[in-house]
C-alpha cells in the first residue's frame, strides 16, 4: 500500500512539474508571437505610409499603378510570411503541448 501511496506521490510530482514546464514554454512561446505580430504590424503601417507618400508625389496613372502593384505584392508576400510563421507557432506548440503525455504513456508499455 506504501508504495503504491508514493508512486502516486512521484506521479503527481512528476506531472506538475511538465505542466509548469510546459506553461512555461508556452508563456515565452506566446510572448514571441506577440513580438514578432508587433514587429509585422510596424513593417506593415510604415510600408503603407511610404506608399501613400509614393503615391502623392506620383506624376502619371501609370505610376500610381505601378506603386499599387508593387505595394500589393509586397504586403500579400508579407502577409502570407507570416501566416506561415504563425502556422508553424501553432503546430510546434501542438508537439510540445503532446509531449509530457507522450513521456507519461511511454512506460506504461
Not at 508514493?6 to 512539474?17: A, F, I
Request: charged share 25%; no cysteine.
Amino acid at each position: 500500500m506504501m508504495n503504491s501511496f508514493n508512486d502516486m506521490q512521484k506521479l503527481g510530482q512528476s506531472s506538475m512539474e511538465q505542466s509548469m514546464k510546459l506553461m512555461g514554454e508556452w508563456n515565452k512561446g506566446w510572448q514571441t508571437l506577440a513580438s514578432d505580430w508587433a514587429d509585422y504590424s510596424k513593417r506593415s503601417f510604415e510600408d503603407g505610409t511610404a506608399t501613400f507618400e509614393k503615391l502623392i508625389h506620383a506624376k502619371s496613372l501609370e505610376q500610381v499603378f505601378e506603386i499599387q502593384t508593387s505595394y500589393y505584392k509586397r504586403a500579400y508576400d508579407e502577409y502570407m510570411h507570416q501566416m506561415n510563421k504563425v502556422g508553424a507557432f501553432y503546430s510546434s506548440m501542438a508537439k510540445d503541448s503532446y509531449k509530457p503525455l507522450e513521456k507519461m504513456i511511454q512506460p506504461a508499455r
